[in-house]
Structure formats: C-alpha cells, structure tokens
C-alpha cells in the first residue's frame, strides 16, 4: 500500500472543519451566546458534541462544588480554632485570676503577722527604756534591815550597809594567792626542764640521700684513672664516695659514673658539681644520674 492510498483511507484530516466547528459551538454555549446554532450536517459529529459538552459541563461543576466544600472547611476550622483559643483563654485567665486572689490574701495575712511582731517590739522596747532611765535616775538601791522590837513598844531599823562594805574588805583581801603563784611557776619551770632532758636524750634521725653522678671527660685520650682520683679527692663533712665504673658513651668516649652517699644538712648536689668541675683539664661536665632519699 502506497503512502498516497494511506492518506485517502484516513479521514481525520477531512473532518477537521466538522470538530472545529464543534468546538466553537461548545464555547459558544459555555459562554452564552446568543446566536443561533446552526443545524449540524453530519447526526453523528452532533452526538460527540453533546456527549463532550455534557462531559465538560459535569467536570466544571465537580470542580465548582470541590471549591465551595474547600471554602466552607476553612471558614469553619478559623472559627473552631477561634472558639478553642478563646475558650482555653479564658479558662487560663480564670485560673490565673483565682491564683492571684489567693496569693493576695496569704499576703494580707502574713503582712498583718509582721504588724502585730513589730507592735509587740516595740512596746517591749519602750518598756526596756523606761527601766533603763529609772535605773538610771535612782541611786544604788539599799535592800532593808529588819526591824528590831524593843520592850517600850517601838521598832528600830538595823542598817546592813556596813557589814556589806567590812565583807567586801575582807574578799579584796588574798592571804594565799602569792604562795600558789609561786609554786605554779616552780612546777611550770619543772616540767619544762623535764621536757628538754626528754627531748635531749631522743636519738636525732640525719637525713642522708644516695647520690650516682655521671662525670664526663672531653674525650677519648683523658685519663680515666686520674679523673676518678681527682674526683674522690673532694671531701667534705657528710660526704662519703663509693663504687664507681666506666660507662662507654661513644667514640671510644667513656664516662664515669660514682655513687657517694651525703648528709642533706650538710652537703648538696650544687657543692658536689662546684668541686668536681674545678678540674677543668680532666673533667667537661657533672650530671645526676639518680638521687634516692635514704
């Protein structure tokens, strides 16, 4: 079959004016024309018109009636929202109004407390000062003598005054306050003298620390021999050398490294170096190899 015999069986470009028109109409209606609709030729094209006018028509109102049920739902949700908010307002306003009511009124009676505490004070306060300027005013009060009837009927007060000054004279009055001052300072003086024969005969602990130096020559050719003499030739008060050896160090350079044994209070490490470094033609440097408290 031939391209061109192809095209004459096809139709639907022959039609194209037929669904144009079609068409037009359809918007024509959907737009409310006033011209009249002219008579189709074909019965057939005029059944597809209706058929896709009625399926735009139910399509439209669907969406129609989807935009209004959309608008109701969210007019309707606002006002619920609305009515929850101002429903949980003032239900939280009335309870922050009943606890404000409350507070105010523990208030009010801690606040009348604190007035009757501060009234109470100061009353007790100003009794304590009447009392203090009447002490002040009168003299020393004077307790009074017993009465002392006589025969004739009448009574005769005794003074007290008098024996209450010969008592206090006789408190004043130490017979035995020197002989006790005394022997407190003989037993005082006693046991200090005791305390220092005690600590006298205490044995004293010396502090003493082992010491491992490490003594270095400047190089291979010093006289390993002779540095070790002229380092066991420093004494002192506390000092005490012992073992030493030769440790090989590299390039046939080899140190020395001695032990001593010294007294803290009397020799430190900062002597030691002093006296071995003051042999400069043997010795290059005095390092601590080890330091152990004993």
């Given at each position: 079959?031939?391209?061109?015999?192809f095209?004459?069986?096809?139709k639907v470009?022959?039609?194209?004016?037929?669904?144009?028109?079609?068409?037009?109409?359809?918007?024509?209606?959907?737009?409310?024309?006033?011209?009249?609709?002219?008579?189709?030729?074909?019965?057939?094209?005029?059944?597809?018109?209706?058929?896709?006018?009625?399926?735009?028509?139910?399509?439209?109102?669907?969406?129609?009636?989807?935009?209004t049920?959309?608008?109701?739902?969210?007019?309707?949700?606002?006002?619920?929202?609305?009515?929850?908010?101002?429903?949980?307002?003032?239900?939280?306003?009335t309870?922050?109004?009943?606890?404000?009511?409350?507070?105010?009124?523990?208030l009010?009676?801690?606040?009348?407390?604190?007035?009757?505490?501060?009234?109470?004070?100061?009353?007790?306060l100003?009794?304590?000062?009447?009392?203090?300027?009447?002490?002040?005013?009168?003299?020393?009060?004077?307790?009074?003598?017993?009465?002392?009837?006589?025969?004739?009927?009448?009574?005769?007060?005794?003074?007290?005054?008098?024996?209450?000054?010969?008592?206090?004279?006789?408190?004043?009055?130490?017979?035995?306050?020197?002989?006790?001052?005394?022997?407190?300072?003989?037993?005082?003086?006693?046991?200090?003298?005791?305390?220092?024969?005690?600590?006298?005969?205490?044995?004293?602990?010396?502090?003493?620390?082992?010491?491992?130096?490490?003594?270095?020559?400047?190089?291979?050719?010093?006289?390993?021999?002779?540095?070790?003499?002229?380092?066991?030739?420093?004494?002192?008060?506390?000092?005490?050398?012992?073992?030493?050896?030769?440790?090989?160090?590299?390039?046939?350079?080899?140190?020395?490294?001695?032990?001593?044994?010294?007294?803290?209070?009397?020799?430190?490490?900062?002597?030691?170096?002093?006296?071995?470094?003051?042999?400069?033609?043997?010795?290059?440097?005095?390092?601590?190899?080890?330091?152990?408290?004993?």
């Open positions: 079959m031939s391209a061109v015999d095209l004459a069986q096809e470009w022959f039609d194209k004016p037929r669904y144009d028109e079609a068409e037009r109409r359809f918007y024509e209606h959907m737009n409310g024309s006033s011209q009249p609709a002219q008579k189709p030729k074909n019965v057939g094209a005029n059944t597809i018109l209706q058929d896709i006018a009625r399926a735009r028509e139910n399509i439209q109102k669907s969406l129609a009636g989807l935009k049920t959309l608008s109701n739902r969210g007019s309707d949700q606002p006002a619920t929202s609305q009515q929850s908010h101002f429903s949980t307002t003032s239900g939280g306003s309870a922050d109004q009943g606890e404000l009511v409350s507070r105010i009124k523990s009010e009676l801690e606040n009348q407390s604190l007035h009757k505490v501060v009234d109470d004070l100061r009353a007790a100003s009794k304590l000062e009447c009392r203090v300027s009447v002490l002040e005013k009168s003299p020393a009060a004077v307790t009074p003598a017993p009465s002392v009837p006589y025969t004739n009927g009448t009574t005769v007060q005794k003074s007290s005054a008098p024996i209450k000054e010969e008592e206090d004279d006789d408190d004043d009055i130490d017979l035995f306050g020197s002989d006790e001052d005394e022997e407190a300072e003989k037993l005082k003086e006693q046991r200090l003298k005791e305390y220092a024969e005690k600590k006298a005969k205490k044995p004293v602990i010396i502090a003493k620390s082992s010491i491992l130096l490490d003594v270095k020559p400047w190089d291979d050719e010093t006289d390993m021999a002779k540095l070790e003499e002229c380092v066991r030739s420093v004494q002192a008060d506390g000092l005490l050398w012992g073992t030493s050896k030769l440790v090989p160090v590299g390039y046939g350079i080899k140190k020395l490294q001695i032990a001593c044994v010294v007294e803290d209070d009397k020799v430190g490490t900062d002597m030691l170096e002093e006296e071995i470094t003051k042999f400069e033609d043997y010795v290059q440097s005095v390092d601590i190899a080890a330091f152990n408290k004993i």
